[in-house]
């Protein structure tokens, strides 16, 4: 009954003292302090079983009431201790450790005890419980009642109980001495003193009770050995605090000592960090000086180009008075070429009228003269010919030494341009260099400032000390102020550079522009002087066209392939930026796990100095702080780094876009060069024409396949635009998170005044960073707008190309069936005309052979006026050719026929040119016979006069032969009024033998 009662107590006793100090033994060095008592306890229990078996035979009644007597005697020291130890609980913790151990100890040996008791062996039982009395309050009485035969039930019960109250007591006040240490962290070295002295008073105290003790317990040596070790080894552990304490104060002093020197170095690097600030100022008005004499070369350029440009109107000047001397010199070529040519036709005609009179007489000396003048007169013309050549070749040398020396100008002034641009980087990487050694600068300033910030002086130093700090702080902070402002100083005249390099570089392409048109109007001048050589001959023309279309079609070639390759290029470039891209989201997912691991390691960190904190150790705290502040900079430093390199790739893909654009401008350029091909080449060969038409089927399908490589740049540019904004928003989600976290932070864990400026500091700098990657973001959203604006701008210029082209085509095709038609319509007049004038000839021909077989040309220009008037009864159709002759309007018959009887019904030619049995052959054929029969004469009008007799017939007939003969001849000349054939008399003419042959033979 009692071993249970007993083994319940220990039980109790144990989940008690678990509870109580549960969280005060995870520490190593009690573990092994325990089972070093442990083991004690298993050694002494071997000694008290050897003596149990050599005083089983010996045991009398006088050592049970020995027992009982010393069990009661050591109940009341046992109560006595633990009166003495309980009161002084709220006052003393280290006592309260060590009471702590003792009861912790004890219910483990009763644990382990357990297992030795034995029904049969009850002198041993009470042997052992008798060891362990002095450690276990309140047992020993329980064993003497239960030796004695009492009931121990209630009295057992209710000394249960009050151990129960007292170890809640205890309880209650181990709870407020937490609370206690936990409003005690802030005054960490007054506590420090406080422990020291506490622990000489408790080592003074427990030497005391240890000697007291000793006297008092010299007789039960052997029993108190587990618990002078257990106090031995807490004094030890005392011991090893004291020393711990010691190493830490001397620890502190070397601290101090770093942190002297620590103010020295930091001396130093101020002195450094002024040297370097009065190296930037020189530098920065060296940058000054170079500005200025930057200004003053621009000036002398300005003033180069103004020379320039007046030898540039000078040239052009020259080159217009040249040009119209040319013009001049190319008519009076032209002039002379005429005039050869009229000697040429002079010369033939003398040729051919010396071969006509080389008949009649071949030794004239006539013809020797006019042969002799032709022949001078063709040595001068050859001698004028030579002095032509001989000026156009030195214009021709003149034109190409004004040329060369253009070019060496426009060279000149394009090695001066490229100086100035080399420059304007020079003057630019300085400034980025000078920007970066400022940010340096700005980060040192920065770390001592936290340096200063963080050092705190320790109350074990002279007020002099600390004046001279605060007069040191004073110094640096008035130094830090000065640095400062002389940053700013130099960012205003950082920015004013700047703004001097913009102004310039605008400059530079203002002369780059000019240069650009100096070299165009150059490209158009020799334009028009190969234009003037190309004007010597048409052969030359010919084939100097046929070269440059060859050439063209090279350079088409050419910059289509160039064309492909920058394509290539660019896809290449944002196949890159793609993996740049995926490159950094892969960073972020890093990122992201290094947060979150770097989250948990905080939370063990935070765990394991909460336990640091309860076992005291107060110099910690500060350590675990300044741990913390650095995790939080570098936090603060990984994000700041991951805002910049978002930065670099959103210009870099800037760049990409701006090359992008250039690259379009570049084929737009190309594109309308292609366009203004000259469209007058129409008299060209058809092979020509074919090449054109493949070169512009070849443009039109280049020009589709970089529309659809447009549309995938823009596409990609959209997808870039859509990862920054992407990447922006999960580094604000990131910030936020860091932020909450340290706000989560700050309200678990109280801050001190120099770790909350210090705290303030980063924040203001990472909100200075945000508002810096918010601005630079609404930049590049700007810049992608503008370049969504050039692209549109583009896309429309590109289907003006397209209209231009499709313009030229259907123009081309016009201008194609324009020429056709004309050919077609001159084709058809050179036939007409020719049948013409074979009809001519052969009527012509057959009449004269009819008039002069019948003698009948003298009277031709008698009845000429007469045969007018009768102009309108013969054709009727002919009668609108007649309409300006005021004389042919409607006159009468002066022949003798009357009106009333109706005109003579004539022939009509028009129908009847080619039959077999024409009028005109009835006449010849009448005429070559001699008599004409009644079937050959033209039918007469159905009412002829009947009054007249046979011989008045005949004369008649003969009359009316005549008529028609001198008909037939009015109309042939009619037909023939053109130009080919001149108004003159018909006596007049002198008609040619050949049929092919006009106008009048000249007589020369």
């Not at 302090?33 to 229990?45: D, G, P, T, V």
């Not at 009161?87 to 644990?111: A, E, F, H, R």
Request: aromatic content about 4%.
């Amino acid at each position: 009954m009692w071993i249970d009662e007993l083994y319940r107590f220990s039980s109790l006793a144990c989940h008690v003292a678990c509870a109580c100090h549960g969280s005060k033994m995870a520490d190593s060095t009690k573990k092994e302090k325990i089972a070093a008592a442990k083991k004690k306890l298993k050694q002494f229990q071997q000694k008290s079983s050897s003596e149990k078996k050599a005083n089983k035979e010996n045991k009398t009644s006088n050592t049970k009431a020995d027992l009982v007597n010393t069990q009661s005697e050591e109940k009341n020291k046992s109560q006595t201790t633990d009166q003495s130890k309980l009161p002084d609980s709220s006052g003393i913790k280290i006592n309260q450790s060590t009471t702590s151990v003792k009861d912790l100890s004890s219910v483990s040996t009763d644990s382990n005890q357990f297992d030795w008791f034995d029904p049969t062996r009850t002198t041993a039982s009470t042997e052992s419980l008798h060891q362990l009395s002095q450690q276990i309050n309140g047992l020993l009485t329980e064993s003497q009642v239960y030796m004695n035969g009492d009931d121990v039930n209630n009295t057992s019960i209710a000394e249960l109980e009050k151990r129960n109250q007292e170890l809640a007591a205890l309880l209650e006040k181990h709870s407020q001495a937490n609370e206690q240490l936990s409003t005690q962290l802030q005054q960490t070295k007054l506590y420090a003193q406080n422990i020291q002295n506490q622990l000489d008073q408790e080592r003074n105290g427990f030497d005391e009770k240890h000697k007291k003790d000793v006297g008092s317990l010299r007789e039960q040596l052997q029993v108190h050995i587990q618990t002078i070790g257990i106090l031995v080894a807490e004094k030890t552990e005392l011991q090893s605090q004291l020393g711990q304490s010691h190493r830490i104060s001397e620890q502190r002093l070397q601290e101090l000592e770093e942190i002297s020197g620590r103010l020295k170095a930091s001396r130093q690097r101020v002195t450094d960090l002024e040297k370097n600030v009065n190296s930037s100022t020189q530098s920065s008005q060296q940058h000054e000086k170079l500005s200025r004499e930057t200004a003053k070369e621009v000036d002398r350029l300005k003033l180069e180009l103004y020379k320039a440009n007046k030898s540039k109107e000078e040239y052009q000047e020259q080159l217009s008075e040249l040009k119209e001397k040319l013009t001049a010199k190319v008519s009076e070529c032209s002039g002379l070429d005429q005039s050869v040519s009229n000697l040429k036709k002079k010369l033939e005609m003398a040729e051919l009228y010396a071969k006509q009179l080389s008949n009649e007489n071949e030794n004239s000396e006539e013809t020797v003269q006019i042969l002799a003048e032709l022949q001078q007169e063709k040595g001068d013309l050859l001698m004028k010919i030579q002095q032509y050549d001989e000026t156009f070749q030195k214009m021709s040398e003149e034109k190409e030494q004004i040329s060369y020396q253009y070019q060496q100008y426009v060279s000149q002034i394009q090695r001066q341009a490229e100086d100035q641009h080399k420059q304007v980087t020079s003057l630019s990487e300085e400034r980025n260099k000078l920007l970066a050694r400022q940010h340096e600068l700005e980060c040192a300033v920065h770390e001592l400032q936290q340096k200063l910030e963080n050092i705190d002086v320790p109350p074990t130093h002279t007020e002099v000390d600390n004046t001279e700090y605060k007069d040191e702080i004073s110094r640096l902070k008035t130094e830090y102020q000065e640095l400062i402002s002389r940053h700013e100083a130099q960012i205003r005249d950082n920015a004013q550079l700047s703004r001097f390099l913009e102004e310039k570089e605008e400059r530079i392409n203002e002369l780059e522009t000019t240069v650009n048109t100096l070299g165009e109007e150059a490209g158009d001048k020799a334009q028009l002087l190969e234009s003037i050589q190309s004007d010597k001959t048409a052969l030359s023309r010919a084939l100097t066209q046929n070269k440059d279309l060859k050439n063209q079609l090279a350079e088409l070639q050419s910059c289509f392939v160039k064309m492909t390759n920058d394509n290539m290029e660019l896809l290449t470039k944002l196949q890159s930026g793609e993996h740049q891209n995926q490159d950094v989201m892969a960073k972020l997912g890093r990122q992201e796990d290094e947060l979150t691991e770097i989250k948990q390691q905080i939370a063990r960190k935070d765990s394991e100095l909460n336990e640091l904190r309860n076992m005291s150790k107060t110099n910690r705290i500060d350590e675990y702080q300044q741990e913390q502040i650095n995790d939080r900079l570098q936090h603060y430093e990984a994000q700041a780094q991951l805002v910049d390199t978002l930065q670099n790739e959103l210009r870099a893909s800037q760049d990409m876009v701006d090359a992008l654009t250039t690259q379009s401008s570049e084929l737009r350029a190309m594109l309308i060069k292609a366009a203004e091909i000259p469209k007058d080449d129409n008299n060209e060969e058809g092979g020509a024409e074919n090449k054109r038409d493949q070169v512009l089927e070849s443009l039109s399908t280049t020009i589709q396949q970089l529309e659809e490589e447009r549309g995938i740049l823009v596409s990609n540019l959209k997808e870039q635009r859509e990862l920054s904004d992407k990447l922006s928003v999960r580094v604000a989600d990131l910030q936020e998170q860091v932020l909450s976290n340290n706000q989560d932070d700050a309200d678990n864990n109280r801050v001190g005044r120099a770790e909350f400026e210090q705290l303030k500091t980063a924040m203001t700098m990472i909100q200075d960073k945000y508002t810096k990657v918010m601005k630079d973001k609404a930049d590049l959203s700007d810049k992608a707008d503008q370049l969504e604006h050039l692209v549109t701008q583009l896309q429309g210029e590109s289907d003006t190309i397209g209209e231009y082209i499709s313009l030229y085509h259907h123009q081309r095709a016009l201008l194609q069936q324009r020429e056709s038609q004309k050919n077609e319509y001159i084709g058809h007049l050179a036939r007409d005309r020719e049948e013409l004038q074979g009809k001519l000839g052969q009527l012509q021909a057959l009449v004269m052979q009819l008039l002069g077989e019948r003698n009948m040309l003298h009277s031709y220009n008698e009845e000429s006026i007469l045969q007018k008037s009768t102009d309108n009864d013969i054709q009727p159709h002919i009668a609108h050719k007649h309409h300006h002759h005021p004389h042919h309007h409607h006159h009468h018959h002066h022949n003798g026929v009357p009106n009333g009887d109706g005109g003579v019904d004539w022939p009509d030619y028009t129908s009847s040119e080619d039959d077999s049995d024409s009028e005109v052959e009835q006449i010849v054929g009448g005429a070559e016979n001699g008599d004409v029969t009644p079937t050959q004469q033209p039918s007469p009008a159905p009412s002829t006069p009947t009054s007249d007799s046979q011989s008045n017939k005949s004369n008649n007939k003969a009359q009316e032969e005549d008529q028609t003969a001198h008909r037939i001849l009015h109309l042939l000349s009619e037909i023939g009024h053109s130009n080919l054939v001149e108004k003159a008399s018909f006596m007049e003419r002198n008609f040619l033998p050949c049929k092919y042959c006009k106008g009048r033979l000249m007589v020369v």
